[in-house]
């Protein structure tokens, strides 16, 4: 099992629909940064998928790219 934690998104990105659209996901869960470091984001998003193909495909995957805030550079 593979986890992928997102920090940033875009404003209003639609990140509760996510699993629905990218069938592979297995898990999602979304909790708040309790805003330790004021540099951080105010959501942290735990995506878990099967395998590193699974990953493959879920990090170009539109949808996920929909939600991120930076696209380029990982």
């Known amino acids: 099992m593979i986890k992928v934690v997102i920090f940033k998104?875009?404003?209003?990105?639609?990140?509760e629909k996510?699993?629905?659209k990218i069938g592979i996901i297995i898990k999602i869960v979304v909790g708040f940064d309790i805003g330790f470091n004021k540099t951080l984001s105010d959501l942290c998003v735990i995506?878990?998928?099967e395998n590193l193909d699974d990953l493959k495909i879920y990090k170009i995957h539109p949808e996920h790219l929909?939600?991120?805030?930076?696209k380029k550079g990982w």
Not at 9 to 15: G, L, M, R, S, V
Not at 66 to 70: G, I, K, P, Q, S
């Open 47 to 49: 995506s878990e998928v």
């Open 66 to 70: 929909n939600l991120m805030w930076m």
């Open 9 to 15: 998104f875009k404003k209003n990105a639609p990140i």
């Open 18 to 20: 996510i699993k629905q």
